[in-house]
């Protein structure tokens, strides 16, 4: 399976503030994805990042809150964009390869105060 | 997709069998059952998944229904590191997006 490296792993932030997450897969990979995880919550799936094209937003994600990168086939950027307290959550990229199992990084702890 | 229903939460000894049951009575034909697992502070990690046939790894087991409405996740000896939430996810096919549900926390006591 691929191997995900997410940065930063961690980060407070001050409120009105951006915050860009860095996703690196160690292959190639057809799709890659972003995920919220709020506080004692499940996975929310925010959008699925388009290699040289734009992202598609999931219900209640925008592009401009959450503006999403994806230059190449191992390599996406997800940006925390005005942010509020109400953004504080852990933030994760996924990659689904050529491997029937979906990879994900170990995720970015946001707080922001 | 279909939807999944599981317990919240379950526990079991150290050493023992763990079995972690999903309901998804609305599966379809081409849809395939997954089993993901999120180890505290860490990112869901794959875990096995199948269509209609039993199917075995080296981390767990999955039993299908003959119908196919349900499932069950057997972890044949629990140790304390498999304490997680354990998620039931029902795709029609890898390339579909993970949708996640609530799961089942799975406690794992000495």
């Known amino acids: 399976s691929a191997v995900i490296s997410q940065k930063p792993s961690r980060d407070i932030c001050q409120r009105g503030t951006s915050l860009t997450i860095q996703c690196q897969v160690d292959?190639?990979?057809?799709?890659m994805f972003w995920y919220r995880q709020q506080p004692g919550q499940s996975l929310t799936l925010i959008a699925t990042?388009?290699?040289?094209?734009?992202?598609?937003?999931e219900s209640g994600f925008v592009i401009d809150k959450f503006p999403i990168s994806r230059p190449n086939l191992t390599f996406s950027t997800l940006t925390v964009s005005n942010m509020s307290p109400e953004d504080s959550s852990i933030y994760l990229c996924?990659?689904?390869?050529?491997?029937?199992?979906?990879?994900f990084g170990s995720g970015t702890r946001l707080t922001v105060v | 997709d279909a939807k999944t229903t599981q317990p919240t939460s379950m526990d079991c000894a150290e050493g023992r069998a763990a079995n972690l049951p999903c309901n998804h009575s609305?599966?379809?034909?081409?849809?395939?059952v997954y089993w993901y697992r999120q180890i505290h502070s860490q990112g869901p990690q794959y875990i096995i998944h199948?269509?209609?046939n039993n199917e075995t790894n080296e981390m767990a087991s999955l039993i299908i229904t003959e119908d196919r409405k349900s499932s069950t996740l057997i972890l044949p000896h629990a140790t304390l590191r498999d304490t997680a939430v354990y998620y039931c996810?029902?795709?029609?096919?890898?390339?579909?997006?993970?949708?996640f549900g609530t799961g089942t926390r799975l406690a794992v006591r000495p």
């Open positions: 996924s990659a689904l390869g050529t491997a029937h199992g979906y990879t």
């Open positions: 199948g269509l209609k």
């Open positions: 990042a388009n290699q040289g094209s734009e992202a598609t937003y």
């Open positions: 609305t599966i379809s034909g081409n849809e395939y």
């Open positions: 996810i029902v795709l029609k096919s890898s390339g579909d997006k993970l949708t």
């Open positions: 292959s190639q990979v057809t799709m």
